[in-house]
């Protein structure tokens, strides 16, 4: 199998697909690995600490995507690399399709075998190359609202942690996961006033255990999260179905009516967000106000942070390359269940039902895409990229936290 390691292009995007470490274990198990020249120097890694582990540096994006059966990438495809893509190659990365119209129209024209981190679910519905991108958008959530609530950044002008005898910053938080409980961590750190606010009381019951009196905890229903948002200073979205457009919680009227200069820092933007007046921004152009408020909806968060954040990366998605590169993809899909919910697209079809539900399309479920597949022209192991005789099953529904 050859696996290639582009460069990401996205604006300010400094994480790369794989460590030098990531890469040796994929050379050991017999696969060849091209990386992109300065794909890594984001993340503090040097072309030659590629080639030093067996890595195979060359030019251009071109050459990377000419050659590759299997893309490793951090984020989705961009417009800029559309016309790069193979017919039935396969992409192994953060996906989100279910935002992302243009994108997928591309893969089921192109009959590309897209494999979403953000839908590889194992049977308790943890998300588990989801989470370490979470950890870090979480805690990156609170430490930029607060210094967006400073006065020289548009903010109000609230210290989170205040002094003797002024009050301590509000900081509300819709989504009790990944995301929320890593926020909650800094924002309890860092003296605030913290609400949480989930659907799961189970959830919400863990917080209360770890941090006691120092938040209050809210069943979320309509009432309390309106009365939360409204008088916050810092509001941090959290909130997520694992391939599905995010549920809006929080209502243009709401954000009316926070007070100027408050933040919101809506973490859920890769899949729509959680707020009604979010929309995606760039690290390059973080910001923007809607009635005063500011808005901080960057949707690719933790590659400010990239060395960290590649190095997390690579140790959650290394165990399911090396399968590919092992097994194939097909076989691999047809080991393990779990790998097989993180297929978006296959042959032409969208494999994954809330994909589908999210942009309207028919849902074809792997198993039955592949076996039709089978029938109609024998075993597709003709080439790594595919994925014949995978075995798929609907996504688990519920509420996660995420960013990527």
Not at 270 to 291: A, F, I, M, R, W
Not at 336 to 350: C, E, H
Request: net charge neutral; hydrophobic share 40%.
């Amino acid at each position: 199998m050859i696996i290639g390691l582009p460069k990401e292009i996205k604006p300010q995007e400094n994480r790369v697909g794989l460590v030098p470490a990531g890469v040796r274990a994929l050379t050991e198990v017999g696969a060849h690995v091209l990386v992109e020249t300065g794909a890594g120097t984001g993340s503090g890694i040097s072309d030659a600490d590629y080639r030093k582990v067996g890595g195979t540096v060359v030019g251009n994006a071109g050459e990377i995507w000419g050659k590759s059966n299997l893309i490793i990438k951090v984020k989705e495809p961009v417009a800029d690399e559309f016309d790069l893509i193979r017919e039935e190659q396969a992409i192994y990365t953060y996906l989100h399709l279910a935002v992302a119209p243009k994108l997928t129209e591309l893969l089921l024209r192109k009959k590309v075998t897209s494999i979403g981190y953000e839908t590889i679910q194992r049977p308790d519905g943890s998300l588990p190359l989801l989470k370490p991108m979470s950890e870090v958008a979480g805690k990156m959530s609170v430490q930029i609202g607060a210094t967006y609530l400073q006065r020289d950044h548009g903010g109000k002008g609230v210290l989170l942690g205040s002094v003797p005898g002024v009050r301590r910053g509000r900081v509300a938080i819709i989504g009790a996961g990944v995301v929320g409980t890593n926020a909650c961590k800094i924002a309890v750190g860092m003296g605030a006033d913290v609400v949480v606010i989930d659907v799961d009381v189970d959830r919400l019951e863990y917080l209360d255990d770890i941090f006691g009196n120092r938040i209050t905890t809210l069943k979320s229903n309509s009432l309390n999260i309106e009365e939360s948002v409204v008088r916050t200073d810092l509001l941090v979205g959290a909130v997520l179905i694992a391939g599905a457009k995010a549920p809006t919680l929080v209502s243009r009227s709401m954000v009316s009516r926070m007070s100027p200069g408050s933040v919101i820092v809506d973490v859920a933007v890769d899949q729509g967000g959680c707020v009604e007046t979010s929309k995606p921004t760039t690290h390059d152009q973080p910001t923007y106000l809607v009635d005063g408020v500011v808005h901080y909806c960057v949707s690719n968060m933790p590659g400010a942070v990239s060395h960290s954040s590649t190095f997390a990366l690579t140790n959650a998605t290394l165990s399911y390359a090396k399968k590919f590169a092992e097994r194939g993809i097909e076989t691999a899909v047809n080991d393990d269940p779990v790998l097989a919910l993180g297929v978006n697209t296959y042959g032409g079809k969208v494999t994954h039902p809330a994909v589908a539900q999210a942009l309207g399309i028919e849902y074809a479920p792997l198993s039955l895409v592949l076996k039709r597949q089978d029938n109609g022209g024998g075993s597709r192991e003709k080439g790594p990229g595919s994925a014949a005789r995978g075995q798929g099953r609907k996504t688990q529904s519920g509420r996660k936290v995420a960013s990527t």
